[in-house]
């Protein structure tokens, strides 16, 4: 398993909402819901090899791409004080790319910034599920007064 296949699975292993999870180089796949499937990757976004949140893309298997959304480590686990003196004030979590290698720089999250990445990832795709499901309630009452 590579580093990010690794870290994916960190984030996304526990999940009860993402089913049959594939993890492929930085992506992981997976099902929500009938057609409905959900691909969560490490894409840089301003700087090359440099990976300060992870994107969310909803698919439909038969349609294409639904939605994506972009969760930024800053924002979901803000800024975590370090034991080096070159960050007095601390860091943004970010993996980078150094030398060939693929790390977090200066701060490695722990159980609870995972647990926070994870329920981030699940409100997003409950959103999906829970329009599928409302969907399908609807067509059912559609029908009953038919």
């Given at each position: 398993?590579?580093?990010?296949?690794?870290?994916?699975?960190?984030?996304?292993?526990?999940?009860?909402?993402?089913?049959?999870?594939?993890?492929?180089?930085?992506?992981?796949?997976?099902?929500?819901?009938?057609?409905?499937?959900?691909?969560?990757?490490?894409?840089?976004?301003?700087?090359?090899?440099?990976?300060?949140?992870?994107?969310v893309t909803i698919l439909n298997r038969k349609e294409g791409p639904l939605d994506t959304v972009?969760?930024?480590?800053?924002?979901?686990?803000?800024?975590?004080?370090?034991?080096?003196?070159?960050?007095?004030?601390?860091?943004?979590?970010?993996?980078?790319?150094?030398?060939?290698?693929?790390?977090?720089?200066?701060?490695?999250?722990?159980?609870?910034?995972?647990?926070?990445?994870?329920?981030?990832?699940?409100?997003?795709?409950?959103?999906?599920?829970?329009?599928?499901?409302?969907?399908?309630?609807?067509?059912?009452?559609?029908?009953?007064?038919?």
């Amino acid at each position: 398993m590579t580093f990010f296949e690794s870290e994916l699975e960190k984030i996304l292993g526990k999940s009860s909402l993402l089913k049959n999870k594939k993890y492929l180089g930085k992506c992981c796949y997976g099902i929500l819901d009938g057609d409905i499937r959900a691909k969560v990757e490490f894409k840089d976004r301003q700087v090359a090899d440099n990976y300060s949140g992870i994107w969310v893309t909803i698919l439909n298997r038969k349609e294409g791409p639904l939605d994506t959304v972009y969760l930024s480590f800053s924002e979901i686990l803000g800024k975590k004080q370090v034991n080096n003196p070159n960050f007095r004030e601390g860091v943004i979590p970010h993996i980078w790319t150094n030398e060939g290698k693929d790390q977090w720089y200066a701060y490695q999250p722990v159980k609870s910034d995972y647990r926070k990445l994870t329920e981030k990832v699940e409100d997003y795709l409950s959103v999906f599920l829970e329009m599928d499901i409302t969907e399908e309630m609807q067509e059912g009452a559609e029908q009953k007064l038919i």
